[in-house]
């Protein structure tokens, strides 16, 4: 690895800002409008799209399509071959929900694009039946109520790729370290909050087993919004109910307080506000019905990219790409790498005490090494440690990069806050 070619730069401390003149904790609020100072932390939000979003069905699919294809190249010609399956679209269907069941109307329409090697000499690899048959067993698996004979319509678009990106991608078969396909970016950091950790902990415990079999009621289509403030933190929560597990009016009522009341225990959370879907109406008998369990069924759209980052969370509070990562492949597309390469870097530095919180921030020039940076920039929040061994630590990492696609592949959950113990 050429040393010359990059530079790792370090900040401490992380937040940098101004400090109001008249006020200890710089802000001021008025009629729930707060202003304060950039290194204020009172304030955060975040949110989690759940396992039966339209987006995350999108996101998971995707990615699990990329995995079953880079397992089906290992496995045939013992390396992994050009491919990124990254775009899908899920046109949401029509459905008439009702007390004790409803039915579909129109079923929901499930399209993927992309690129992949089709053919390996005379061997012709059945990229589309692959594509297909996983988002199918992903959706039984998955997604309970939903019938993926007659409730769902999946389409793959995907086609070969271009010549010049095709053999930047085969160099790695080669034997030569992967060169980057793109100019992107990456973007990571650890730990996570308590707020974000909270979210992931309550969309996990709605969409555990042991939930769905004692609360049959529950969707998959779960949505949770955290907003913490000075003095309180709320919990806003979408759930899409299964129909025919609903009698009446009286009975979704005491359904969502039976829920409310189950996350408070579950999670121990007693001094939170929890809301639970919203927007229903009581007085008009307006409310979060569904046949499947997940909105798509009635003209929620999703798309890649649009949901979770790939720690699970969307945190405007904190740094993040807006790269979509899933169903790009794991061995040169840098903007899967490298949002990987940051998260579990700073969860890294972490862990191993060097700093009280790490934001790790990483850029890749295309044709490039994959493990040659333009720029490696990491801020952190009370240095613990010399910053030489912090240095050590992330050149031994970088090295490890051109064989980083078997922890993305095998250990395709690793990324999970090891706090969150659902």
């Not at 995995?67 to 290992?74: F, T």
């Not at 031994?396 to 806050?417: A, C, G, M, T, V």
Request: aromatic share 8%; net charge negative.
């Amino acid at each position: 690895m050429n040393n010359r070619n990059w530079n790792i730069f370090f900040q401490d401390p992380l937040f940098i800002g101004f400090m109001n003149k008249k006020s200890n904790i710089g802000m001021h609020k008025h009629n729930g409008i707060l202003i304060e100072s950039i290194s204020a932390e009172g304030i955060e939000i975040a949110e989690r799209k759940g396992l039966g979003h339209p987006d995350t069905i999108c996101d998971l699919i995707t990615e699990q399509i990329s995995v079953e294809l880079s397992k089906y190249y290992l496995k045939e010609f013992g390396a992994i071959m050009h491919h990124n399956v990254d775009k899908a679209l899920l046109i949401g269907g029509q459905s008439q929900p009702g007390y004790k069941g409803g039915k579909i109307i129109l079923p929901i329409s499930l399209i993927f694009a992309g690129r992949a090697t089709f053919q390996m000499e005379d061997k012709k690899i059945p990229v589309e039946e692959i594509a297909v048959e996983t988002a199918k067993k992903w959706l039984k698996e998955n997604i309970r109520n939903l019938d993926t004979y007659t409730g769902i319509e999946i389409t793959s678009k995907i086609r070969m790729g271009s010549n010049e990106l095709v053999e930047l991608f085969n160099r790695f078969g080669k034997g030569e370290i992967p060169l980057s396909n793109d100019t992107s970016f990456g973007v990571g950091y650890f730990p996570t909050s308590i707020l974000e950790d909270t979210i992931i902990e309550i969309e996990t415990l709605l969409n555990r087993p042991e939930t769905k079999e004692k609360f049959p009621f529950v969707g998959e289509d779960i949505k949770v919004m955290g907003v913490k403030n000075p003095d309180r933190t709320n919990f806003t929560i979408a759930i899409a109910m299964v129909d025919k597990y609903i009698f009446d009016l009286e009975d979704y009522v005491s359904k969502i307080n039976l829920i409310r009341e189950y996350i408070q225990s579950s999670l121990n959370l007693k001094d939170v506000i929890i809301d639970i879907n919203t927007a229903d109406d009581y007085s008009r008998e307006s409310i979060y019905l569904t046949v499947t369990g997940t909105s798509a069924e009635n003209g929620d759209d999703g798309q890649v990219g649009r949901g979770n980052r790939i720690n699970g969370l969307i945190t405007p509070y904190q740094p993040m790409s807006l790269e979509a990562t899933s169903g790009k492949n794991p061995v040169s597309h840098i903007g899967k790498i490298y949002n990987y390469f940051a998260m579990d870097l700073s969860r890294l530095i972490v862990e191993n005490n060097f700093s009280e919180k790490a934001n790790v921030f990483i850029v890749s020039q295309i044709g490039k090494p994959i493990n040659e940076p333009q720029l490696l920039h990491i801020k952190l929040k009370n240095i613990m440690a010399d910053p030489e061994k912090i240095k050590v630590l992330v050149l031994e990492q970088l090295k490890e990069l051109p064989q980083y696609w078997k922890k993305i592949i095998f250990e395709h959950e690793f990324l999970i806050s090891p706090k969150i113990k659902i």
